[in-house]
């Protein structure tokens, strides 16, 4: 009983691996830096981000935000493009942990 048990421990991850998805090419990664000085500083500069009475307070916050101004400014940005910025956003001005 035991040795058939541990037959199915090591057959397990082989099937798993054979049945699984085959690898998708990963669309390239979007340039937060680029697509966030082409289409947010019209309106405001980063001094927004980090001011004493800013209305982010969370990740999830921030990227509905992203998301916001965005579509409301008329871009058509993918989700990972709004990912990419909200990122781009966190690591250099609010420091959310995830
Ligand atoms: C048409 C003008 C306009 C454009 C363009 C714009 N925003 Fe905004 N954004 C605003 C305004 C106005 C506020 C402040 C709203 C408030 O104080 O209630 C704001 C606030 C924000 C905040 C919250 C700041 C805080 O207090 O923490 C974030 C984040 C933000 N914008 C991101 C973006 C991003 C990313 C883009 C580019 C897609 C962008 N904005 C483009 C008008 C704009």
Redesign the pocket.
């Known amino acids: 009983m035991i040795a058939r048990l541990r037959h199915l421990a090591l057959l397990l991850p082989v099937s798993l691996a054979l049945g699984g998805p085959l690898a998708v090419a990963a669309p390239p990664t979007p340039d937060a830096k680029a697509?966030?000085e082409r289409?947010?500083?019209?309106?405001?500069q980063s001094e927004?981000?980090t001011?004493p009475?800013?209305?982010?307070?969370s990740l999830p916050a921030?990227a509905a935000?992203?998301r916001?101004?965005?579509t409301?400014?008329g871009?058509q940005?993918t989700d990972q493009e709004i990912a990419a910025?909200?990122t781009y956003?966190n690591d250099n001005?609010?420091h959310f942990r995830p």
């Open positions: 697509l966030y289409d947010c500083v019209k309106c405001h927004i981000f001011r009475d800013r209305i982010i307070h921030l935000r992203v916001w101004c965005e409301n400014t871009q940005w910025v909200t956003l001005f609010y």
